[in-house]
């Protein structure tokens, strides 16, 4: 088990070495982000006017390191949290930051908590996560907000935020206002039954993302989770997001989406912050036009995307009833290998 998962951690720090990539052919429309397209200056997936604070307290089963909480500064009342689990071997929260950064900037919370990528179980990493999320949310009711919540992560975040939102939502009451999932081409999923995905809150929403480019994490994982979640179709999108080139710059669509590390582009924003800031506005808020984009089941407004100089990028695709487009022996962590504890599951 070490050695797959350090094949993972060897494959996230390899990917995130350099920055950016492909060179655009082209002056970038936004110097900000690699390639030619400009991140949105209105409407979701826009940068947010708040400015970002953090606090930071020690890990409560992990020392040496830090939880860390973004929230935006000025904040009078508690706001709708994301509890983010991290892909294995990213335990530094500059991995993400443009996420983090981005969640904050629209007037809402998230708290990281680094895990230990060695020496430990995954239990152990289960319940450093668990951990520092109930700590953070116990010691900063003035900034956390327990009736509206949602689990977000990436890779072995991704299967992790599963379980952990079970918990939170059954064991613990979160969310009785709002819920939902947000996972990015998930690993395994432990600590979760068909049974208890049958009894998530009928509140809980989702979206499950995977990318073409992956070759780490076989889609079926995603697949099983998204199929047999008790949340209704309505309430659910699985997206799928293809690559590209556009005037000579390739928007890739690999495993290690999203990254601040690596290339910062227009997927981050149009792809992935574009619809997670939909899903908070719908959640969090009840605005009901947000659905449209969050969760809009293929609509315009939720599929397309932008373009530069008459090239656009794929439209998403989304499905409530997504299929697997490569063989499983694409991937190195592939649904029917005995590490899978739902392997039963790989249809």
């Known amino acids: 088990m070490k050695n797959l998962l350090r094949l993972c951690f060897l494959l996230l720090v390899l990917s995130g070495c350099a920055k950016g990539g492909d060179s655009p052919s082209t002056e970038p429309a936004d110097d900000d982000l690699d390639g030619p397209i400009s991140r949105p200056s209105s409407g979701y997936g826009a940068d947010g006017?708040?400015?970002?604070?953090?606090?930071?307290?020690?890990?409560?089963?992990?020392?040496?390191?830090?939880?860390?909480?973004?929230?935006?500064?000025?904040?009078?009342?508690p706001k709708g949290t994301i509890f983010y689990s991290h892909p294995y071997g990213g335990e530094d929260k500059n991995y993400a930051k443009g996420l983090f950064e981005f969640i904050a900037k629209k007037g809402f919370v998230v708290v990281f908590v680094p895990y230990p990528t060695t020496g430990v179980s995954i239990d152990d990493r289960y319940n450093t996560l668990w951990a520092g999320f109930l700590k953070a949310a116990t010691d900063y009711p003035n900034l956390i907000d327990k009736t509206r919540v949602g689990f977000m992560g990436h890779s072995f975040g991704g299967g992790a935020s599963i379980a952990l939102a079970y918990k939170a939502f059954t064991d613990f009451g979160w969310g009785q206002n709002a819920r939902f999932l947000f996972t990015m081409a998930p690993w395994y999923s432990y600590q979760i039954t068909n049974a208890q995905l049958q009894n998530f809150p009928a509140n809980t929403k989702m979206i499950a993302q995977v990318y073409d480019e992956d070759t780490v994490n076989d889609h079926r994982l995603a697949i099983d989770i998204f199929k047999n979640i008790s949340i209704s179709a309505a309430e659910k999108d699985f997206i799928y997001i293809k690559s590209a080139t556009i005037a000579g710059y390739t928007y890739h669509t690999e495993h290690t989406m999203p990254n601040t590390r690596t290339a910062f582009d227009a997927y981050d924003y149009y792809g992935i912050y574009r619809l997670l800031d939909a899903m908070m506005d719908y959640s969090f808020n009840g605005n009901q036009a947000a659905k449209n984009v969050a969760l809009g089941n293929g609509s315009t407004e939720q599929i397309s995307m932008p373009g530069y100089k008459n090239e656009a990028l794929p439209r998403l695709e989304v499905s409530d009833n997504p299929v697997p487009k490569y063989a499983q022996s694409r991937y190195e962590f592939q649904c029917g290998s005995t590490v899978n504890p739902r392997i039963g599951n790989c249809n």
């Open 49 to 77: 006017s708040y400015k970002v604070v953090e606090i930071n307290f020690a890990n409560p089963t992990y020392p040496g390191t830090n939880v860390t909480i973004f929230y935006p500064a000025g904040i009078t009342s």
